[in-house]
């Protein structure tokens, strides 16, 4: 019983992190080489991380929200990266996913605002280990 048990939560995380990665809102990948992602996964200790295309604020605001954080706007991060925005600055969602000791899925899926390619201020609403 106990296996069965356990069978049935790994299929239920395993089917929830994959309706999130599959959800249709899900902000689109920038393929475009104008970021050096090296430098951002060396920065969060992962092999790789990919970076979305421009959002805007609202876009931002929803994805938290469908990643679990049900009132982003209250948070100081959030209110600190609105204020840090100069004309020309980019949102976009950063993930920098590896596997961890156990197997799962480690790291970070954040928003970042960016400027001439450069990371210069986070908002992290979504720490795997």
Not at 1 to 21: E, R, V
Not at 42 to 48: A, L, M, S, T, W
Request: hydrophobic share 40%; glycine share 6%; proline share 5%.
């Amino acid at each position: 019983m106990k296996n069965l048990c356990a069978s049935l939560t790994a299929l239920a995380i395993t089917a929830a992190i994959s309706a999130c990665a599959h959800y249709p809102d899900w902000p689109k990948l920038d393929r475009s080489p104008g970021f050096d992602l090296a430098q951002i996964a060396k920065q969060y200790n992962v092999p790789r991380c990919k970076v979305s295309v421009t959002l805007t604020q609202d876009q931002v605001l929803r994805a938290a929200r469908l990643q679990g954080d049900p009132n982003p706007e209250d948070r100081s991060d959030w209110a600190d990266m609105v204020r840090a925005v100069q004309p020309g600055d980019e949102l976009r969602q950063v993930i920098c996913l590896t596997k961890g000791k156990n197997g799962l899925a480690a790291g970070d899926v954040f928003c970042g605002l960016f400027r001439t390619g450069k990371i210069v201020a986070e908002m992290h609403n979504v720490i795997i280990n």
